[in-house]
């Protein structure tokens, strides 16, 4: 299936520029040769971790990072000579390199794989998959530049990384948020996770709050109904909030969840309150087993007040548990 550039123009938020395949995509879409570089091998420490990428353009172009910013720029050349060349190139950088004058602060080497041949038909399948929410992998074949595209099921997902001459890069399903509940708290994390890119979906039922939400450009569920259709949508990369003040409700819901396969819950209250929660878990059937799923309270900064500060320590909290299980580098 082919895609129009229009489709695959990038926005500007901040997870959003960690993606480079839509910008690879429409720059070989609207006949741009491209390559896409990837990091398949490190010696030592270094910013960013195998798999990380660049897409590079004919004409020096470039989205996505491989360092610090001290090695994008010769990364780009080299990309540039590897497509004006048609041919595939494994470099090394930094500690035992053949570029002498390109030193790298942190004293590692990083191996990076230039590719100038990914069949557009493998990165229309990545595209898909990415905008479908599929996991999936790509393995290369590094001396012949044959490209494979797998979808994964596997949870928790594997780690993108070299095995002889063949490199995978894992792509997780984009990271996704459920919030459920009222109030400014609530406005506040989906606030934030609207500026930094993170897929967002609400419940709410006040009217006040599903009005704020509006100004967002969110559209809050509010029925009974829809709520347990949006948890059973919640899969292996989401999360989910609960931001309710009163908690009566809670337990059911929080039931509902820990059937799902998400990630992260979280839940808004102090210990006295998550203490009864449980206890009315337990009540229900739920394995005690299961209550360790649970981040309560939630947020990583303590007795947060403000709901910037409440939805700063949530989304801290939420993005650090989704490096753990691989869903964000």
């Known amino acids: 299936m082919s895609i129009s550039p229009k489709q695959v123009v990038p926005h ?26 990837t990091l398949v091998g490190v010696v030592g ?34 990309a540039r000579d590897v497509i004006a060349r048609a041919e595939n190139r494994l470099v090394r950088y930094g500690e035992g390199s053949p570029y002498l004058d390109i030193r790298l602060p942190c004293g590692s080497g990083l191996d990076l794989y230039f590719d100038q041949a990914l069949d557009a038909h493998v990165l229309d399948a990545m595209v898909l998959m990415r905008a479908g929410r599929q996991s999936f992998s790509v393995t290369t074949e590094l001396s012949s530049g044959v490209s494979i595209a797998q979808e994964l099921d596997d949870e928790p997902l594997p780690a993108s990384g070299r095995s002889g001459d063949a490199f995978t890069r894992v792509y997780p399903a984009p990271l996704r948020l459920a919030l459920i509940g009222n109030g400014p708290a609530l406005t506040g994390i989906a606030t934030l996770a609207r500026a930094t890119g993170v897929e967002t979906m609400v419940w709410s039922s006040e009217e006040a709050t599903r009005a704020q ?39 059911e819901i929080l039931r509902q969840l820990l059937q799902r396969p998400c990630f992260y819950i979280g839940v808004l209250g102090n210990r006295a309150v998550h203490r009864a929660r449980l206890d009315a878990l337990g009540k229900m059937g739920v394995n005690p087993q299961e209550f360790a799923r649970i981040h309560a309270p939630v947020g990583s900064i303590p007795n947060a007040k403000s709901k910037t500060t409440f939805a700063f320590g949530v989304l801290t909290e939420m993005l650090a548990e989704a490096k753990l299980h691989n869903i964000i580098a």
Request: glycine fraction near 10%.
């Open 213 to 251: 939400l509006d100004q967002l450009g969110l559209e809050a569920r509010k029925t009974p109904g829809e709520l347990p259709a949006m948890i059973e949508a919640l899969d292996y990369t989401s999360a989910t909030v609960l931001v309710f003040h009163d908690h009566d409700a809670e337990p």
């Open 12 to 37: 500007l938020n901040l997870i959003d520029q960690d993606d480079v395949l839509p910008m690879l995509r429409f720059w070989q879409s609207s006949g741009m040769r491209v390559a896409l570089v």
């Open 45 to 78: 420490g270094a910013p960013r971790q195998p798999g990380a990428q660049m897409a590079v353009a004919e004409d020096g172009s470039y989205v996505g990072y491989l360092s610090g910013g001290c090695l994008e720029q010769a990364v780009a050349l080299e």
